[in-house]
């Protein structure tokens, strides 16, 4: 294998994740599992270290910001913080990725918050647990194709539509919405809205039943006449047909990676099972051997621990230009769509290595979390076409 040493400050992070996971998640994760939509009340001490470790600008294994304006601009390199939130949350996600996904305050809406907000809203919705609302019924990876509507009446946009599939959408304290200012002009007029919960107009209709991460609450939300103070809506309410979706698509360079960062950390908790389970079972694996060599189930443990490393640096790659101010754009959803097919097909292929050894561990469990990490912040296909398009130099029009 070719590993990259991390960086030696981000040593304590790291240990401190891990021992997360593995004292506070992994104990925990049937349990949860089981009880589905039942929150996870251990969670709460974790959520209040995190805050501490983003306030202090060390980064955790939560969500941030990839800030490319403003007064740091001038600053450059950001101190490794969005890679220290990569590292964070594979460690976390080696323990529960439906926890982590529980952890309060570090929902995907704190990210949108974290980029593009100004700085008088970041410090309005600090210490807010913000979800992220995209997904409409009739609208899923287009992001574009949001019907969701925004008008502006005085000091308060009215907000109609229906959102599903929103990650914490239930416990959380606020929602980010996005929404159209005019379906007329297209991509340009989606912006995104913070709505705090008990707005007059905005109701969780239900939590949804799923295969994985179940210790997380997907919940459907609807907006009737819902009035939010025109201060919430986040960056400009300027529409701007020459930069178009890039201000509201700025969220996916910075969650993109956390994502792929998640995958990363079921892929590598389903590999050092099955290697575990192999090597009780008489199988070894040796790394100075070609593997036509060896026993074909370390020949194939191999092959998936080569795929794990390929995903797991380009993930690196693309917290490290957020870091540095690179647009990340193609490098985040390169990373995406490595991670989550990788994880796929190494969580399932472990399985079957593993066969009924894998029922007594927790093997299966993270097979069924898998594949929600292939599919959310845009599918597979949607990477692929992301990337081709970024590669080719084709616009949406030209490469759909």
């Known amino acids: ?5 991390v960086p030696k400050k981000a040593g304590a992070l790291i ?6 996971a593995a004292e506070v998640f992994r104990p925990i994760s049937r349990k949860y599992d089981r009880a589905e939509h039942t929150y996870p009340t251990e969670l709460d001490m974790f959520a209040a270290l995190l805050d501490g470790l983003n306030s202090s600008g060390e980064g955790g294994a939560g969500a941030a910001g990839v800030r490319r304006s403003g007064p740091d601009k001038e600053k450059g390199n950001r101190n490794g913080a969005n890679l220290n939130v990569v590292l964070g949350t594979i460690e976390m996600c ?8 529980s952890m309060p305050r570090q929902g995907l809406g704190n990210a949108a918050i974290g980029s593009v907000a100004t700085d008088e809203q970041l410090e309005r919705f600090s210490g807010m647990w913000a979800a992220m609302a995209i997904t409409e019924p009739s609208c899923g990876s287009d992001s574009a ?16 539509g229906e959102k599903i599939f929103v990650t914490s959408g239930e416990r959380a304290d606020a929602v980010v919405v996005w929404a159209t200012l005019d379906k007329t002009k297209g991509r340009a007029a989606i912006k995104s809205f913070v709505v705090e919960k008990g707005t007059p107009g905005f109701e969780v209709v239900r939590v949804e039943h799923k295969l994985g991460i179940r210790a997380s609450d997907t919940a459907v939300l609807r907006f009737e006449n819902c009035r939010v103070p025109k201060e919430n809506l986040l960056g400009t309410p300027e529409i701007d047909t020459a930069k178009g979706f890039a201000g509201v698509m700025q969220t996916f360079d910075n969650t993109r990676p956390l994502v792929a960062a998640m995958a990363i950390g079921v892929a590598r908790a389903a590999l050092e099972e099955t290697k575990r389970i192999l090597t009780s079972a008489g199988v070894s694996i040796d790394y100075d051997r070609p593997a036509h060599t060896q026993h074909a189930a370390a020949a194939e443990f191999l092959r998936l621990e080569a795929d794990y490393e390929s995903a797991y640096l380009l993930t690196l ?5 957020a870091d540095n101010r690179k647009p990340n754009s193609l490098q985040a959803s390169m990373a995406k769509a490595k991670a989550g097919r990788s994880v796929v097909e190494i969580a399932l292929k472990c399985v079957e290595l593993t066969g009924a050894y894998g029922e007594e561990s927790l093997l299966e469990k993270w097979a069924r979390d898998a594949k929600i990490l292939d599919i959310f912040e845009g599918t597979q296909q949607i ?16 490469l759909k």
Not at 1 to 5: G, K, P
Not at 94 to 101: E, H, K, N, R
């Open 94 to 101: 080696w323990g529960d990725v439906g926890l982590l996904l």
């Open 1 to 5: 294998m070719i590993n990259l040493e």
């Open 317 to 321: 790659e693309s917290a490290w230009m």
């Open 383 to 398: 990477q692929q076409l992301i990337v081709a398009r970024r590669i080719l130099g084709k616009t949406s029009t030209e």
């Open 145 to 160: 194709a949001i019907t969701a509507t925004a008008r502006l009446d005085g000091d308060h946009y009215v907000l109609n």
């Open 15 to 20: 240990n401190q994740a891990y021992q997360a």
